[in-house]
Each structure stands twice: as structure tokens, then as C-alpha cells.
């Protein structure tokens, strides 16, 4: 054989060599799956099983880490919360978020709460999951909390099948968009008496009210000062926060809320989700329990999104 014949014969036992390793070590950092899916390679019907399994069982976890964080304890299950019952050295408050989710003011809701490492919980309207489920979603991914404010946020007297609509539509789109099962349940208006409540009682979710009003719901809408004020000066162990990203312009709630929560943490407040209130206030032994606030029954009389 020629030198030249023999050295192409080299050159190309190196290259397959060489091709060869190149494939094992791409194997290695990548795993079968990934190299098969790069070099169009058609896993066998076992194998698709077995990632179609797996894939599954990673979106059952997600879900299930994401529903856990919105589970009450069951001693609290269709009962009506006002505020979480604790003693007065347990210093954590609870903020909560009603009427969205909307495109602009829930987005700068959740920067702010992101900011601040803090969880908050929000109360949405059914069509405006709808309207926005990319919002929705984002709430949800953030690891916020989730409730059910019902779907049209109606004020008017319901019968069952009635209000059992407003509320299990509601709950459906929310599982549809987010994944999350809630059992939060907030009467629009605070009203008890309409049907909602009774029904969302009945069928095991917690109502929650709320001890502390930002203002930010009354027409006219305070200044952000005042805002600021009216949740400082009445912050006490337990409370619960009723702010709004929803249901009008709530650029003035966005400007508050960063003083809302710079003033808390200087009294040594934390910030918890009603879930996270709830779970604390069943593990307290000795409790104290807290004088009820005077509450007025409208978030919003004027701003209804239906009369």
C-alpha cells in the first residue's frame, strides 16, 4: 500500500474514532432523550410512555405544591374570618388584593410584593380571569395566593343555583388558567346575606372579611397618604388588609403600597397569606382574642362592576 493510500486509511480510523467519542460525550452531558430529539430520533412507544409519564408526573407536583399553599386548615373550612386570632407578640399581617386580576395594576402589584419578598392574596372576578389569563397565570407562578371573588361581582340577592353559578364558574376558570384548586372565598361587598356566602359555606370554603381597609375602594379615592395611614395606624397581630388591583384605576394603591409595607416592617410586622395566617393561628395555644373592628358592608358601592 502507498504512503499516501495509508495515510488517508489513518485519517479517516481517526475521524470515526474521534466521531465516536464525540457522540458518547454528547450522550453523556445530554442524556439519550435530548441527543434522540436532536437528531430526529424517534423514541420507542415505551420509551414516549415513559417521558410522557414522567413529564406528567412533574406537572402533578407543580400542582400539587401550588395547591397546597392554598389549603386552610379543615377547622376553618366554611366558617367567616374576620381577621387571624393570634397574640399580640405573633406580629404577622396579611395583604389582600380584590377585583382582578387587571393588565396593569396586578403587574405592578406583584413587582412591588416580589420586591419586598412578600406573598399577598388575591381575590379574582371570574371575568377577569378570563380577560387576562396571562395575568392570572403570573399571579399563580409567583407563588401568590389565590381566591374566589366570584364571577360578575354582584352585590344583588341570589338564589342557590344562582349564586352556586357565580362562584363554581368561577372557581373552574381559575383552576383552567392557574392550576390552583382555592378554597378562599370573598363575598363582593362583604355581604353575607345575599346567598354567596351561604353556598360557598356549604360547600366547605372559608369566607374571608378583612380587619383593616387601605381606603383605596371609596369614591373619592383618598390620597395615597391617607391610604398609607389608615392601614399604620390600625395594624395590629393578625389583621387583614383589604387593598384592591382591580376593579378601577388603582394607580394610587401601586403608590401606597411600598409605603404601606416600609411602615409595617418598621412596627416588626411580617407578612403572611391567609393560608400561612390561618395555619399559624390553629397551631397557638392560649389565644388572645382580638376586639372585632366596625366594618362598613361595601368594598366599592359606586364602582360596582354590576348593579
Given amino acids: 500500500m502507498s504512503n499516501d493510500k495509508l495515510s488517508v486509511s489513518l485519517r479517516l480510523v481517526v475521524i470515526t474514532l474521534v466521531t465516536c467519542a464525540t457522540t458518547l460525550g454528547i450522550t ?3 442524556g439519550t432523550t435530548k441527543l434522540n430529539s436532536l437528531l430526529g430520533i424517534q423514541p420507542l ?5 415513559s417521558q410522557d409519564k414522567e413529564t406528567i408526573g412533574s406537572a402533578q407536583a407543580i400542582f400539587s405544591t401550588v395547591n397546597q ?4 386548615p379543615k377547622k376553618f373550612q366554611g366558617t367567616v374570618v374576620y381577621q387571624g386570632k393570634l397574640k399580640p407578640t405573633e406580629k404577622v399581617i396579611a395583604l389582600t388584593f380584590d377585583d382582578g386580576p387587571s393588565p396593569k395594576n396586578t403587574a405592578q402589584i406583584l413587582e412591588i410584593l416580589q420586591k419586598n419578598n412578600i406573598k399577598g392574596t388575591f381575590f379574582m372576578i371570574g371575568q377577569m380571569v378570563k380577560y387576562f389569563p396571562q395575568v392570572a397565570k403570573q399571579v399563580a407562578a409567583d407563588g401568590e395566593v389565590i381566591g374566589n371573588h366570584t364571577w360578575h361581582h354582584s352585590y344583588r340577592h341570589m338564589d342557590i343555583v344562582t349564586a352556586a353559578h357565580e362562584i363554581n364558574t368561577t372557581a373552574d ?3 383552567q388558567t392557574t392550576g390552583v384548586k382555592t378554597t378562599l372565598f370573598r363575598p363582593p361587598g362583604g ?3 345575599n346567598g354567596l356566602a351561604d353556598y360557598a359555606k356549604s360547600q366547605k370554603y372559608t369566607v374571608i372579611m378583612w380587619s383593616e ?5 371609596e369614591r373619592p379615592s383618598p390620597q395615597v397618604s391617607k391610604m398609607v395611614k389608615n392601614v399604620l395606624k390600625n395594624a395590629k397581630p393578625g389583621a387583614i388588609v383589604l387593598m384592591h388591583d382591580g376593579g378601577g384605576n388603582r394607580s394610587r394603591t401601586v ?9 409595617l416592617k418598621a412596627q416588626g410586622y411580617k407578612f403572611v397569606t391567609i ?5 399559624i393561628q390553629a397551631q397557638e395555644k392560649n389565644l388572645v382574642t382580638p376586639v372585632s373592628p366596625v366594618l362598613t358592608n361595601h368594598e366599592h358601592p359606586n364602582n360596582q362592576l354590576h348593579r
Fill in 255 to 263: 403608590q401606597a403600597l411600598p409605603q404601606i409595607i416600609d411602615g
Fill in 69 to 72: 399553599r392554598n389549603q386552610v
Fill in 45 to 49: 412507544r415505551s420509551e414516549k410512555a
Fill in 213 to 217: 381597609v387601605s381606603g383605596d375602594a
Fill in 275 to 279: 393560608p400561612e395566617l390561618l395555619e
Fill in 28 to 30: 453523556l452531558v445530554l
Fill in 173 to 175: 376558570i381559575i383552576y
Fill in 191 to 193: 355581604f353575607l346575606n
